[in-house]
């Protein structure tokens, strides 16, 4: 009993903790835009990432709520809304991580030049069509998904149990196979460009590092040396 209090009061601040940072989030560009009437790209993604990241912690907290109360939640629209932010904000964190990329690394290769001119355009275009693909996915399964629960006897709620497990058929798992595809798109092509900014950063760094030390090179400190003597000669 204790361990679940302990649990339930972290998930509690920890959501609390997200649900407010990202609403800080969302008022500083808000703010910024009603100054500015503009925002930029990678502002706008963040934006994105930190409305539906809020808004998954709304309906986290709201789920707590309605299962204490015993409140009656359809189990098909609870699917299609969460399937639906998590999409979203899978998408809008890609195309963060790939806008980083093409605006941080300097790279002289042909494609990833043709990548880096109108970038903005084309990493809204991404965005469009993932979201576009996820929900093309997300709505048949979640309507073959009621198919089958309606032939169940059991009425699927949050907070009532199932008569019988739910089987799924053929094609629900096909739909699923295509969005658990579509997603690990999404997720590879993040972490490649982390990765890819992570080692331009490195590579940088290192270069700095190696123009530092040939600065400090011995030839260097003899030049310095004579230029002290010459000044401790003329004064």
């Known amino acids: 009993m204790a361990l679940a209090i302990l649990q339930f009061t972290t998930d509690g601040i920890v959501l609390l903790i997200s649900f ?17 009437k503009t925002l930029n ?3 706008k993604l963040i934006c994105g990432v930190s409305a539906f990241e809020a808004l998954f912690e709304l309906l986290k907290a709201c789920g707590w709520v309605f299962d204490r109360i015993r409140f009656p939640v359809d189990y098909i629209i609870s699917l299609v809304v969460n399937l639906a932010i998590m999409s979203c904000n899978l998408w809008f964190s890609t195309c963060l991580c790939v806008n980083f990329c093409l605006t941080i690394v300097n790279c002289k290769n042909q494609f990833f030049t043709c990548l880096q001119r109108r970038s903005s355009t084309k990493i809204m275009f991404l965005l469009i069509l993932s979201i576009l693909a996820s929900f093309l996915l997300i709505l048949p399964l979640a309507y073959s998904v009621s198919e089958i629960a309606t032939s169940n006897t059991g009425l699927i709620t949050n907070n009532q149990t199932i008569s019988e497990p739910l089987k799924l058929n053929g094609t629900s798992i096909r739909y699923i196979e295509a969005y658990i595809f579509v997603s690990s798109l999404g997720f590879l092509m993040s972490s490649a460009s982390l990765l890819t900014t ?8 290192r270069r700095m590092k190696n123009n ?13 040396r004579a230029i002290s003597a010459r000044t401790e000669d003329f004064h």
């Open 212 to 224: 530092a030390q040939s600065f400090r090179s011995p030839k260097t400190d003899v030049h310095r």
């Open 20 to 36: 407010f940072g990202n609403l800080y989030i969302l008022i500083v560009n808000g703010s910024d835009w009603i100054r500015n």
């Open 41 to 43: 790209l990678t502002d």
């Open 198 to 205: 992570i080692m331009s950063l490195w590579r940088h760094m």
